[in-house]
């Protein structure tokens, strides 16, 4: 009997200890398997984080550079790659190693020593200019030991470049400011020191100060009008325009200019009627007449003429035959107060401001604006009006 029941109960122990085994088996697997689980979400996650973080230094307008502790890169984002027109892996390198750039080795240790270095620049070498600000930190851990460090760059190029305008601008300004004050202010010394007791003389001095105040009221208005249109405040009235009658204005208003040169004036233009602000239009031509006049040969020809073009816009020039534009000068005669020839342009007057004013009209028309010449054969300024303005 007892032997009986010590085996019914050693036969309990051991189905007792396989079901623990057996539940143990399943949970163990269980907890493996949700600890596996875990540990592809956490991968997932910290992938999902740097991807985000890739994404994040890639879209920044700066460029980023991230170096460890022995001055290596650790990270450089997309800006930074094309601010320094490099497509190699730049991991594990150092900024020597990878721009050449010495300039940049000592900012670092510049950084390294004073923790912070704000707004520094460096300008690239190349072709043409390019201006770069560089903000510099060092990196350290909580016990004050440096980790790396992190440098921000921000292109400054533009902003140089305006600042040059900038101040060419206001040099020219002043120039063409001061040459008209000038003489207006030693005529009016000359007369009030006698020279107005003679009338002849008194007359050729007011004369010349007419001239000149009336030079000085172009500048203005030019220098009103090139700001409005730069701006955007100056609103186009638009309008149908027949360009045909608009350059017979043109030619009609500018006849005596042309016959004190003996200059013949041709209107070869179509009858080509465009949705555009007349005034303005009428500017855009009256200039580029006024200036082939003043610069063709004497007794020469001038004639403005156009098409329509296969794609419905139009395209509208004044042609010369005089001299000519060097090749070097046709990309800049749009700028404000470029001159081919100086002293000639000042002897001719005008304010220098004719031909930028020509572009920023028509591209407020959404047209463009070029330039061709031979030396030699003469000049032909082009302007393009869209086929939407038709």
Known sequence: MWAFLFILALTALAGLHFWWRGKFRAQAEQLAAEIDSFKRRQQQTSMDAQAQQKVLFDSMLEGLLLLDRNRKIYLANRTFKNLFGVKAELRGKTVVEALRLHELDELLQRAETEKQVLDYEIKLPGLTDRWLQVNAASITNAAGEREGTILVFHDLTRLKQLERQREEFVANVSHELRTPLSLIKGYVETLLDGAKDNPEVAERFLKTIERN??????????????????????????????????????????????????????????????????????????????????????????????????????????????????????????????????????????????????????????????????????????????????
């Open 213 to 390: 105040a009336n030079r000085l009221d172009l500048l203005i208005q030019d220098l009103l009008t090139i700001s409005a249109l730069e701006s955007g405040r100056m609103k186009l009235d638009l309008a149908p325009v027949n360009l045909h009658a608009l350059a017979d204005r043109v030619l009609t208003f500018l006849h005596g200019k042309a016959e004190n040169k003996n200059t013949t004036l041709v209107n070869a233009l179509p009858e080509l009627v465009v949705n555009g602000d007349v005034n303005r239009l009428d500017q855009v031509l009256a200039n580029l007449v006024d200036n082939a006049i003043k610069y063709g040969r004497a007794e020469g020809t001038v004639t403005v003429g156009g098409k329509k073009l296969d794609d419905g816009a139009l395209e509208i020039f004044v042609r010369d035959d005089g001299p000519g534009i060097p090749p070097e000068a046709l990309d800049r005669v749009f700028e404000r107060f470029y001159r081919v020839d100086k002293a000639r342009s000042r002897d001719q007057g005008g304010t220098g401001l004719g031909l930028a004013i020509v572009k920023h009209i028509v591209q407020a028309h959404d047209g463009e604006v070029r330039c061709e010449s031979e030396l030699g054969k003469g000049t032909t300024f082009y302007f393009m009006l869209p086929a939407g303005l038709n």
